[in-house]
């Protein structure tokens, strides 16, 4: 029987961070613990539009800042920031009265996102979409974008089927096991008239860090190379004078 474990937590503390930061005692943690998946529900229902992947939630004592990470910025924010102000003042009453700070940022490449790269099959089964043909567009997409490698699995009854089934489509690579590799994990289930199907993403998208760092030492060795060059030549020359 194989064992589960989910990429993020497996990667908790060495490439990945915590999606909720606070520090509480024994009593409140509960408490603080139900309000924040209370506040994340809530934000992904009233946000269905905007394409939000994640949701990180920070406390200071009574106050809380919430960072929404969204495709669509413009959609958090409405017309003249009315949506914003609906959702601080909802979120406001939810958490009973605390200070609450909104701050969005967008998500340039969503379609490198691996729950955006989910929600987004799970869109198109609602719709009625052949399930293969919107796997297979989504694999597509995540490798012309620059993707490493991805892989997509979707289980349930697919295509109406009297029986549940599972299907799984991956093209390039997606080390699991790997805890240095940036692999982003998505999760969502598509509410359809056969009834519930679960699509998971895994993405494999390069480490920026690495490369950066790679590009700087290159750098270096080239200018080092030059600056010890020139001045050997000039000596030569001064001593055949």
């Not at 949701?55 to 495709?71: C, D, G, K, L, P």
């Not at 958090?76 to 909802?90: A, H, M, P």
């Not at 590009?215 to 600056?227: E, L, P, R």
Request: aromatic letters at 6%; glycine letters at 8%.
């Amino acid at each position: 029987m194989g064992q589960k474990v989910n990429p993020i937590g497996f990667r908790m503390a060495v490439t990945k961070d915590w999606r909720s930061r606070w520090f509480a005692n024994k009593a409140d943690f509960g408490d603080l613990l139900h309000e924040d998946l209370m506040i994340r529900d809530f934000v992904k229902k009233q946000l269905m539009q905007a394409a939000v992947s994640r949701v990180q939630i920070e406390r200071f004592a009574n106050r809380v800042r919430i960072t929404v990470h969204s495709a669509r910025p413009g959609l958090v924010f409405g017309r003249k920031r009315s949506e914003y102000d609906s959702l601080k003042d909802r979120l406001y009453k939810l958490t009973n009265g605390k200070d609450i700070y909104i701050d969005v940022i967008e998500v340039k490449r969503p379609e490198l996102n691996a729950q955006l790269v989910a929600e987004n099959i799970a869109v198109q089964l609602k719709r009625r979409i052949g399930f293969r043909r919107a796997m297979k567009k989504a694999v597509q997409t995540a490798m012309d974008m620059g993707a490493l490698g991805i892989k997509v699995r979707c289980g349930g009854r697919l295509g109406g089927a009297e029986l549940a089934r599972s299907e799984e489509y991956k093209d390039g690579k997606t080390p699991l096991h790997t805890m240095r590799a940036n692999i982003d994990y998505g999760f969502t289930e598509a509410i359809t008239t056969a009834g519930k199907i679960g699509i998971k993403t895994w993405i494999c998208n390069r480490d920026i860090t690495e490369e950066d760092a790679d590009g700087t030492d290159a750098k270096k060795g080239k200018v080092s190379k030059g600056s010890e060059g020139k001045p050997r030549r000039k000596v030569a020359k001064k001593q055949q004078a």
